[in-house]
């Protein structure tokens, strides 16, 4: 009991050491290298839950999974606006590598039709990812906690039925209702979840455009660019930041599908 006292006051701890990080990133500039830095961290972070939910075959496993990727899906959003306000504020002079690697790729040999090319592509993976694996999580998370909730009353009245004909115990009684609790509650906060990173896809694409449309803006009102020269820096960069961050947000989705598919397999199973 001391014991998960313990691990829940660390968890609320980094939580609140996260949240004020995630704001302090979107409101104060950072260089380009600290910017790189919190790519790759949001990268990992992604994967890390990611496998680690691959050995959860109960909530027991991993219950504070809901947690994690709610952190995650939040710190990500508070890195890609710090990204495009970086390539706002650079333009033409933006360093950051990861961003700038990807963005070399994209624009290739440099020629329009090479970038309207890349941003149909683009387009079609993001709508894709948007449209089936995004949504296909939320879908499986809805599901899954609409029919724990709906038999969930019947498994509490299975439990007072078994306490009253002498089947079980007070303790074993009380044991078995907070299992229920804390199935309920992982469910619940797992489709709340879903729906978040759900949101957060449609934030990113918000993010995307503004990128590339205010870019354009900025760099020909303000700094006089040519059209032709906006188009072919800051097209490259919207495509870079969005597709880094698609990446994240993909390994959530995953995250969320699998793991409330494996526990829902587990269970089955069990019950079967």
């Known amino acids: ?107 290739g040999s440099g020629e329009i039709a090479y970038l309207a090319a890349s941003l149909v592509i683009f387009i079609v993976i ?32 299975d439990v007072d039925a078994g306490y009253n004909a002498g089947l079980i115990n007070q303790d074993m009684a009380a044991s078995m209702k907070a299992a229920l609790q804390r199935e309920y509650y992982f469910y619940n906060t797992m489709y709340k979840v879903g729906k978040f990173i759900s949101a957060n896809e449609k934030f990113r694409i918000f993010v995307i455009a503004a990128t590339i449309t205010g870019g354009i803006l900025i760099g020909t009102k303000l700094r006089g660019e040519s059209i032709n020269d906006a188009v072919k820096l800051y097209i490259p960069l919207g495509i870079a930041s969005g597709f880094l961050f698609m990446c994240h947000a993909l390994l959530l989705a995953l995250t969320v599908g699998s793991v409330i598919t494996r526990i829902w397999a587990a269970r089955t199973e069990t019950h079967s």
């Open 126 to 157: 993001t709508i894709v990812h948007a449209a089936v694996i995004v949504r296909r999580q939320k879908r499986i998370a809805e599901t899954a906690s609409r029919f724990t909730i709906d038999a969930m009353r019947t498994k509490q009245k």
């Open 1 to 107: 009991m001391k014991d998960d006292r313990r691990f829940l006051s660390l968890i609320k701890k980094i939580s609140i050491a996260v949240i004020i990080i995630a704001i302090l990133i979107m409101l104060v500039p950072i260089p380009a290298l600290l910017l790189d830095i919190l790519i790759a961290v949001n990268l990992i972070s992604a994967f890390a839950i990611l496998a680690v939910s691959r050995r959860a075959g109960k909530v027991a496993d991993f219950p504070t999974c809901p947690i994690w990727l709610l952190l995650s899906t939040a710190f990500g959003m508070a890195v890609n606006i710090s990204a495009t306000r970086l390539i706002f504020t650079k333009g033409k002079d933006f360093d950051g590598r990861l961003i700038g690697f990807v963005s070399d790729f994209v624009a």
